[in-house]
Structures are given as structure tokens and as C-alpha cells.
T-cell receptor
Framework: GENVEQHPSTLSVQEGDSAVIKCTYSDSASNYFPWYKQELGKGPQLIIDIRSNVGEKKDQRIAVTLNKTAKHFSLHITETQPEDSAVYFC???????????FGTGTKLQVIP | DTGVSQNPRHKITKRGQNVTFRCDPISEHNRLYWYRQTLGQGPEFLTYFQNEAQLEKSRLLSDRFSAERPKGSFSTLEIQRTEQGDSAMYLCAIGGRGRNEQFFGPGTRLTVL
């Protein structure tokens, strides 16, 4: 089955700086990679996703890159704001199945 | 608002009791999922419904767990003879327009004493 590793587990940045979270996956059959933001007491919120036929995708201050050869994908948040503070999860979907495998999460703290 | 409501939001029960959670998509969605999330971990897949058919089940879904989606709309997850290890957040998700998109509800937090 799929295994997703995520680093770092915690990340503190000053407001306005950039934050980068990295993930690796194990199964080359995975072809969809969503990122979720989870605030305390709430369910995960889908913030951006990328498919395996695309190398990069951007949505305002958030971007995701994918390196299929190395099985790496990353989340980049620019101009961070205090409201970006949350736990972020990367995930991968294995082939034609519907099961999402999540990483272990990164707790991002943006210091005002 | 992801279009999914879950009830109850919190449930405290004693070991050995049965509990049932409900997931209500606001509008019709073919795909519905259940996940379990323990503290400090990412969600873990439990099961997937395509309309009323349960098409995928995780090995995490032991004999004490059963999920149903009788009319292809709302879904229930029942845990029988609860154990302390069942304490977790139980999340329901619905499929989006994209083939693999999943949108999560707010979850039901279960505490087994």
C-alpha cells in the first residue's frame, strides 16, 4: 500500500515569510495529491491539489510542486499570515482506488 | 462550509456501549467516505460508498464497526462494544466534482471512558 512521509512536523515562521512543507510517497501508481488545512476542532479543509500530469499549481499565496521521478511533492505558502496557523496534511491517492493516504501533519505557527 | 454535517459533534460513552454517528451531505453526492483520526495523526481511511454500495473497507474496520448508506444519501457508522482505543475523531467526507476530490465534515469526537 501507499506510505506518505511529511516533514517537518512543526514549523514556525515570522509573519510575511514563506513556509515550505515537503512530502514523499512510495507508490508510483499514486496520481492525485491533495493538501488539507486543519484548524483545531474542525475537519480537514482541502486547500489545493495536484495531479500527476502537472508539475506545479498555484492559487494566490499557495503553490504545490510535484516531482514524479523522485516521488516528492511540496506545499509553498508565501507572505504568511497569522490565520495560516494550523496543521497541514499532505495526502496521496493510490491508483484507481478512493482511499486517501495522509501524511502525519505539519503544525505551522505564524508569529505576528 | 463543505456541505457535510455530522452528528453528534461530541460523544462520551462507557467502554462496552454501542454508539452510532450520522453523516448528512447537504445535497446529493455519489461518493461518501469515513475516516478516523487520532490525536496528532492524519486521518485514516475506514470505508467508501458509491451511492448505497460499500465498495472499499479498510482492515481498520473490525467486526465491531459497521457503516451503512441505505438510500445513497446520509450514512451511519456504528461501533459496537466500544473500547478505549476507539477514542478518536470520526470524519465523514463527500466526493467533489473532480474524480478524487474529497471534502470533509466537522467530525464527531468520540471519547470512550
Amino acid at each position: 500500500g501507499e506510505n506518505v512521509e511529511q516533514h517537518p512536523s512543526t514549523l514556525s515562521v515570522q509573519e510575511g515569510d514563506s513556509a515550505v512543507i515537503k512530502c514523499t510517497y512510495s507508490d508510483s501508481a499514486s496520481n492525485y495529491f491533495p493538501w488539507y488545512k486543519q484548524e483545531l476542532g474542525k475537519g480537514p479543509q482541502l486547500i489545493i491539489d495536484i495531479r500527476s500530469n502537472v508539475g506545479e499549481k498555484k492559487d494566490q499565496r499557495i503553490a504545490v510542486t510535484l516531482n514524479k521521478t523522485a516521488k516528492h511533492f511540496s506545499l509553498h505558502i508565501t507572505e504568511t499570515q497569522p490565520e495560516d496557523s494550523a496543521v497541514y496534511f499532505c495526502a496521496a491517492i493510490y491508483g484507481g482506488y478512493q482511499k486517501v493516504t495522509f501524511g502525519t501533519g505539519t503544525k505551522l505557527q505564524v508569529i505576528p | 462550509d463543505t456541505g457535510v454535517s455530522q452528528n453528534p459533534r461530541h460523544k462520551i460513552t462507557k467502554r462496552g456501549q454501542n454508539v452510532t454517528f450520522r453523516c448528512d451531505p447537504i445535497s446529493e453526492h455519489n461518493r461518501l467516505y469515513w475516516y478516523r483520526q487520532t490525536l496528532g495523526q492524519g486521518p485514516e481511511f475506514l470505508t467508501y460508498f458509491q451511492n448505497e454500495a460499500q465498495l472499499e473497507k479498510s482492515r481498520l474496520l473490525s467486526d465491531r464497526f459497521s457503516a451503512e448508506r441505505p438510500k445513497g444519501s446520509f450514512s451511519t457508522l456504528e461501533i459496537q462494544r466500544t473500547e478505549q482505543g476507539d477514542s478518536a475523531m470520526y470524519l465523514c467526507a463527500i466526493g467533489g466534482r473532480g474524480r478524487n476530490e474529497q471534502f470533509f465534515g466537522p467530525g464527531t469526537r468520540l471519547t470512550v471512558l
